[in-house]
């Protein structure tokens, strides 16, 4: 079959990858696609957000399987605009529609879905212009620190963490009165800090039937030790130690069957991927957030793990048949390393000629934030550029080979965390 991937980053690419070592896959496309995903696949200078061309993409390329990478042209709608033209009927569709997507397009609608279908979440308060008021004297008698959320998108940066009730209202002022945000911060969600140690789990449903996919942790921060600013993630680790059967069980039966309950009775029929954003207090688990899609770099991890046909499962989750298709998970651990520009996630420069990538070994090479220069070079077009997956029967080795990979690759001003999965090893022992 003929397939569509919709996306530019690191997770396109690990999709690209897998997808294309299908017997089921004839040809693949990739809109807009990078210099990684030109090696697997077709690119198409077409943006994911522009919904006519891509409508008339699909019936030109002969497209049946469509999967949609990141979050905004789910937000906006993109599923419902591709099942609404009659002459797109025979397509499937791997991702959520508008109302679905609410799961991430709003923290509000998210919390009063979890709150309502008993998700266990961190306590919350929702605050608008016309309340802020109502919010500041909310934020004097709550406990410090507290965690501020725009309500919708906000690309990955509309979360802080204030440690004092000044630096609260500051921020709550400054998004809510002062646009710090724009839109996505018409609304603020005010939430108890949990203490705890975070993951992510990953889930395929067919909006019935469902498969948990193999856990991760991702390193948001941008310096070492997780400090520093807040990135879109710098590195990440498959399977998570201190995530045992047991509290992977709780997880199932506390947050999974009620999520996918919760969507069926609100008439939500989601089709898709469900990343699980978690906080384990005291091995209990805890929702910190919803996306509506794979993360990344979490899907560079978890992909390389799952031993089944790719394009089978998503093909049986399209057809509403996910739970007559069997799915093989690999013990290995999968360990990746972002290597990213100087400056990220601040001001940086592009353009930058990326060397030494076919010296690496061991390792799956993923492009982010890549580009053709003159259709020869590859340099650098994005604030995280590369992400290195090392797969291995231990997490040492793991490890090993992620880090010895993002050492070895070149580009002017690149930089990357030294102490991914380090911090697991110390669980370890």
Request: contains cysteine.
């Amino acid at each position: 079959m003929n397939i569509l991937i919709l996306g530019s980053g690191g997770r396109e690419h690990a999709f690209a990858w897998k997808m294309a070592q299908s017997p089921l896959c004839d040809e693949l496309f990739v809109a807009p696609g990078n210099a990684g995903t030109a090696s697997v696949a077709t690119n198409l200078e077409i943006s994911y957000n522009d919904f006519e061309a891509i409508a008339a993409l699909i019936t030109e390329k002969r497209i049946e399987l469509v999967v949609v990478g990141p979050e905004e042209p789910l937000v906006k709608g993109i599923i419902d605009f591709l099942q609404n033209r009659p002459e797109l009927k025979h397509v499937r569709l791997i991702g959520p529609d508008q109302a679905g997507a609410q799961l991430e397009g709003s923290k509000d609608f998210s919390k009063n879905f979890m709150q309502k279908y008993g998700i266990p979440t961190a306590g919350y308060r929702t605050f608008t212009a016309a309340t802020v008021e109502e919010g500041m004297a909310y934020l004097q008698s709550h406990t410090m620190p507290v965690v501020l959320k725009a309500d919708g998108l906000a690309a990955g940066k509309g979360v802080i963490i204030s440690e004092t009730v000044q630096e609260a209202q500051e921020s709550l002022r400054e998004i809510l009165q002062d646009g710090k945000f724009g839109d996505a911060g018409s609304k603020v969600v005010v939430e108890q800090f949990l203490k705890g140690i975070e993951l992510s789990v990953f889930v395929l449903t067919d909006g019935e039937h469902y498969k948990i996919l193999p856990e991760a942790k991702d390193y948001k921060r941008i310096g070492e030790n997780d400090t520093g600013l807040n990135t879109g993630g710098m590195g990440a680790v498959s399977p998570v130690i201190f995530a045992d059967s047991n509290f992977l069980r709780k997880v199932e039966e506390k947050v999974v069957k009620p999520t996918l309950q919760g969507l069926r009775q609100e008439g939500i029929k989601y089709v898709g991927f469900i990343f699980i954003g978690l906080m384990n207090v005291k091995s209990e688990p805890y929702v910190i957030e919803y996306n509506v899609r794979m993360g990344d770099p979490e899907t560079e991890v978890v992909l390389p793990r799952i031993q089944s046909d790719l394009v089978t499962l998503l093909t049986a989750t399209a057809k509403g048949t996910l739970q007559d298709t069997p799915m093989s998970i690999s013990p290995q651990v999968a360990v990746t390393t972002v290597v990213v520009s100087g400056g990220y996630p601040g001001d940086y420069e592009k353009g930058k000629v990326i060397a030494d990538t076919d010296k690496t070994e061991d390792v799956v090479v993923f492009h982010a934030g890549t580009a053709f220069n003159g259709n020869t070079e590859v340099v650098t077009n994005g604030g995280r550029v590369l992400v290195l997956t090392g797969i291995a029967n231990s997490l040492e080795n793991a490890v090993h080979k992620s880090q010895r990979a993002a050492h070895t690759v070149q580009f002017e001003g690149k930089y990357y965390r030294h102490d991914i999965g380090l911090d697991l090893l110390r669980f370890k022992d």
